[in-house]
């Protein structure tokens, strides 16, 4: 996937004052695993993975020599509130 080369430019713009490289995402793949985990009523545990081909380093001038993949983990909590706390649920108004 591209943009246009007027939107690429104003991004090179934006970065250039900075001092920063503007991020190249020609190279970069992305492989990513998720779940949603009940673990009480109305609170969910959603553990991600990914695994990054190539990460391009977005902003840095040198990115680190040698780096050519990523392994990222992380975690999110949602809490719906109205099952938390046992709230009446509202039928669907349309």
Do not use: C
């Not at 104003?10 to 503007?22: E, K, R, W, Y």
């Not at 695993?33 to 001038?61: E, S, T």
């Amino acid at each position: 996937m591209s943009i246009n080369a007027k939107a690429q430019g104003q991004v090179i713009d934006t970065f250039n004052p900075l001092g920063s490289t503007a991020p190249n995402h020609a190279n970069e793949r992305v492989f990513e695993a998720n779940y949603r985990i009940a673990i009480a009523l109305g609170v969910d545990l959603m553990p991600v993975a990914q695994y990054v081909v190539h990460p391009d380093a977005i902003g840095f001038n040198t990115p680190r020599p040698g780096v050519g993949h990523a392994f990222v983990v992380g975690a999110q909590v949602a809490i719906n509130l109205g099952e938390f706390l046992g709230l009446p649920h509202w039928i669907g108004l349309n």
